[in-house]
């Protein structure tokens, strides 16, 4: 009875399926890979972690392989779909609220899910490296659309020259207050940092 008992949980975790399963399946090797790296990652560590048997596991993912790269894809579709609402294809005002609000959204964004911001978003592993730098060039994409237009609004001296200059102040300023949040450095709220890095961006910017 007593071995019996401290294998049910194992046995019950099958009765989900493995399409209810993989959510959650994601979501741990998630876990795993921001505590400890992608490489920690493997399929008897999440049956572990889940207290399942690895079964279980690869009835959602055939290999280890095939979590991670499904892990990834999902992460970097919400991280590239967050730039996307953040920085939106289209022509802006000049006015200092608009990059007060850009960050305060793109913070947002991040306070939301964490850990596919962490995971993704300068992970110098090699496996997440690609993903890190497609959300990059959409941020720098985006940036220069919104900006250019900005700039002749202006009246910026030699405008379309310091142009690529100005937008990775703005990537840069925007990976870092990224970074200062989830780090939790001296209690940032979304709200508060957004509106500081904004509007010294909008400064820095304004008068370039």
Not at 126 to 131: H, I, K, L, R
Not at 162 to 167: C, E, I, R
Request: with cysteine; proline share 6%.
């Amino acid at each position: 009875m007593g071995s019996d008992s401290a294998v049910w949980p194992r046995q019950r975790a099958q009765h989900l399926g493995p399409e209810r399963r993989r959510p959650q399946v994601l979501d741990t090797a998630l876990a795993i890979a921001v505590e400890s790296g992608v490489a920690a990652v493997t399929m008897a560590a999440v049956a572990d972690r889940m207290n399942v048997t690895r079964p279980v596991v690869y009835a959602c993912f055939g290999d280890r392989v095939e979590l991670i790269e499904t892990l990834i894809q999902r992460e970097e579709k919400h991280l590239i779909g967050g730039l996307q609402e953040v920085l939106p294809p289209r022509d802006v005002d000049a006015g200092e609220t608009v990059f007060i609000d850009g960050f305060r959204a793109l913070l947002e964004q991040a306070a939301r899910r964490p850990d596919a911001w962490r995971l993704l978003y300068g992970n110098p592993d090699p496996a997440v490296s690609d993903s890190f730098g497609r959300s990059r060039r959409l941020a720098i994409e985006r940036c220069t659309t919104l900006l250019r237009p900005t700039l002749r609004a202006w009246g910026t001296d030699d405008a379309e020259r310091k142009l690529p200059v100005l937008v990775e102040l703005w990537v840069s300023a925007g990976e870092s207050a990224v970074r200062t949040l989830l780090e939790g450095a001296n209690d940032w709220t979304p709200q508060d940092l957004g509106a500081f890095v904004g509007s010294a961006v909008h400064r820095a910017l304004r008068h370039a």
